[in-house]
C-alpha cells in the first residue's frame, strides 16, 4: 500500500475530487488520451486511412438512403455488434429510424477504427480511449431520446401519452428511494430470513469478520467430508441461497451434503485496517477450523466463489505450504488465480487509479457500495443504464423485480487497507500467479495446492473472464476439471436444474496431460445441455467417503455452540 508516504492535503483533495469525478483518476484519464492523441496525431498514414474509411462508409450511405427513399432494396450498411441488441425491434427498420441507426452505426465503427490500431499506445491507454469514446456515444444512442426511437413513439400512441406519465411516477418513485438509501422498487418481496435465504441451518461461529452457517440436514445420511462455501465479501452470500427453487445450498443439502456457509460482516470506518491476511486467518482459515471442529478430522470440500475463490486459493496454497491436509477438494466459481487478463475491470485499475481510489477510501475508511455498482455499471452502460431509462422512464414500463436482482442491490463496503492490497498485490503486482503474495513471512504458491480442482467459468462473464479463469491449468499441478456454463458473472453461476436456455461444456485435465489452450478446450469438450449443478454434485460425491449420520448442529463442548437461526446477523447489515 502506497499510503503511508502521502500528505494529509492531498489525501484530502483527492477525496473530494473523486467525490465530483466519480472515483475516476482525472490523471488516468488524461494520460490515456495524451498518450492516443499524440501518437494519432504524428500518424498521418493511419489518418488517411481512418479518413479513407469514413469517406467509403459515407458513400455507402447515400447510396444507402437513396435506395430506401426510392423504394427499393437497401441492404444495411452497418450490422450491430452482435451484443448490441438496441436496434432489433422491427420499428427500428422502417424510414427514418433505420436512416438514423445506420448513420449512428456507422459512426460507432469510425470511432472504434480511430481509437484502436494506432502504433505506440500503451495497450490499457487505448482501451480506456475507446472505453471513453464507447461511453459518450452510448449517451447519444437515438434509442435514448424519444423522437428519435420508434418503440417509445408507439408506446406513446398506444397508452395514449401515459406510457410518460407512468414513466415520471417511476423516475419520482425511484429517485426517492435513492435519496432515502431505500431498496429498489420490489426488493421488499425478497426480504432475507423470509423469501430469500431461509433455508434452515444456524450460526455456529462468529467473529469480527465472519458468522459460519450450518445448514441443517434433510436426509437421514450424509456425505461424510462436509462442504464449506467461501462466498465473495463485496455481495452478501445469499446469492448462493436466494429462493427455494434457485438455491445452491438447498440443493446441496437435499443431495445429502452438510454444507457450511461464511457469511461476512459489512465493514464500518472502524474495520478500515482489516487486510487481506485478516481475511485468510480470520475468514477462510476460521471456518475451516470451524467445521472441523463440528464435522471432525474430515478433509473439507472448500467452494470458493469470485474474489471469494481466489481467497480461497490464497488460504489452500497456504494450507499445502504448511503440511495441513485439510482440503479434500477445491471449487472455484468464476474465480481468478492470475490477473493479467482479468477483464473489463481493469480498465478501471492502474497505478494512478489505485492511488486516488485510496485516497477516497482514506476518507471514510472503507470503500462505498456505490462505487463498486457505478463501477460494473459502467462495463454495461446499455444493458444496466440507458436501457432501464428507456424502458422504465419513457416508455412506463417497470422491469419486474427477481430474487437475483433483489440481490444484486444488497452490496457491501470494504475495508480501507483490504481493498488496497487486494488491487495492488493481485490486480496491479499479480503476486499470486507469480510466487510473490505472502501468507505470514512466506510466500505461497499455487502448485502447493494438491487436491483436485473444480473450476467454472461463465460464457459472458465480464467481471472474470473465462479464459482469465482457466489459467489455473497453467498453475497448479493437480487435476482440472473446468466446466464452462451459460450465462454471465452471476446469472451463469445461478443455474438450477429446470433453468431454460442453458448448456455447459466440461473436460477433465489430468496433473500430467499436457497443457491445451483455452480456444482448443472450447472446440474439443462435448456441449451437455441444462444445468451443471449435477454435474459438479456428481463430482463432489465420487470423492467423498461412506454415508455417516448428520454430525450435530454445533458443538458446545468445542466452543461451537449455535448462536442464532440462519441466516445470521451479519447479512442484515447496511
Known sequence: ????????????????????????????????????FVHFANSPGRQAEVAGNAARRWADFAGYLARAMTGQPADPVVAPLPQDHRFAAPDWQTMPFAAISQYFLMIEQLWREATSGVEGVAEHHEQMVGFGA???????????????????????????????????????????????????????????????AITPGKVIFRN???????????????????????????????????????????????????VFMISWRNPTEEDRELG?????????LAALEAVRGIAGPQK????????????????????????????????????????????????????????????MMWAKGYLDTKQM???????????????????????????????????NADATRMPFRMHSEYLRRLFLGNDLAEGRYRVGDTPVALTDIRVPLFVV????????????VY??????????????????????????????????????????????????????????????WPAWQGWLAERSGEQVAPPPMGRADRGLAPLCDAPGTYVHEK
Not at 408506446?155 to 426517492?176: A, P
Not at 450450518?214 to 455481495?235: C, H
Not at 467459468?457 to 482469465?468: F, K
Open 1 to 36: 500500500m502506497s499510503g503511508n508516504t502521502v500528505a494529509p492535503l492531498d489525501r484530502q483533495l483527492h477525496a473530494a475530487e473523486a467525490r465530483l469525478s466519480s472515483g475516476m483518476s482525472p490523471a488516468s484519464a488524461m494520460a490515456a488520451y495524451m498518450d492516443w
Open 134 to 196: 464507447r461511453q459518450a456515444l452510448d449517451t447519444l444512442s437515438p434509442s435514448n431520446f424519444p423522437l428519435t426511437n420508434p418503440e417509445i413513439l408507439a408506446e406513446f400512441r398506444r397508452s395514449g401519452g401515459m406510457s410518460l406519465v407512468r414513466g415520471l411516477q417511476n423516475l419520482i418513485e425511484d429517485s426517492h428511494h435513492t435519496l432515502l438509501g431505500e431498496p429498489p422498487v420490489g426488493a421488499e418481496e425478497f426480504r432475507v430470513g423470509q423469501e430469500v
Open 208 to 258: 469480527r469478520l465472519i458468522e459460519v452457517i450450518q445448514y441443517a440436514p434433510t436426509t437421514a445420511t450424509v456425505q461424510a467430508e462436509p462442504v464449506l462455501i467461501v462466498p465473495a465479501w463485496i455481495m452478501k452470500y445469499y446469492i448462493l441461497d436466494l429462493s427455494p427453487q434457485n438455491s445452491m445450498v438447498r440443493y446441496l443439502v437435499e443431495n445429502g451434503h452438510t
Open 276 to 284: 487481506m491476511d485478516d481475511y485468510v486467518t480470520s475468514g477462510v
Open 300 to 359: 473439507v470440500h472448500a467452494v470458493g466463489y469470485c474474489i471469494g475463490g481466489t481467497l480461497l486459493s490464497i488460504a489452500a496454497a497456504a494450507l499445502g505450504r504448511d503440511g495441513k491436509d485439510w482440503i479434500g477438494s477445491m471449487t472455484l466459481f468464476a474465480a481468478q488465480t492470475d490477473f493479467t487478463e482479468a477483464g473489463e475491470l481493469t480498465l478501471f485499475i492502474d497505478d494512478s487509479q489505485v492511488s486516488f481510489l485510496e485516497d
Open 373 to 407: 455498482a457505478g463501477a460494473f455499471q459502467m462495463l454495461r452502460t446499455n444493458d444496466l443504464v440507458w436501457s432501464q431509462i428507456v424502458q422504465g422512464y419513457l416508455m412506463g414500463r417497470r422491469s419486474p423485480m427477481s430474487d437475483l436482482m433483489a440481490w
Open 457 to 468: 467459468g461463465a460464457e459472458r462473464d465480464h467481471v472474470a473472464p473465462w479464459r482469465s
Open 471 to 532: 489459467k489455473v491449468n497453467l498453475l497448479t499441478d493437480t487435476d482440472v476439471t473446468f466446466l464452462l456454463t451459460s450465462g454471465g458473472h452471476n446469472a451463469g453461476i445461478i443455474s438450477e436444474p429446470g433453468h431454460p436456455h442453458r448448456h455447459y461444456r466440461l473436460a477433465t485435465k489430468a496433473a500430467h496431460d499436457p497443457y491445451v489452450g483455452p480456444e482448443e478446450w472450447q472446440e474439443e469438450a462435448p456441449v451437455h445441455e441444462g444445468s451443471w
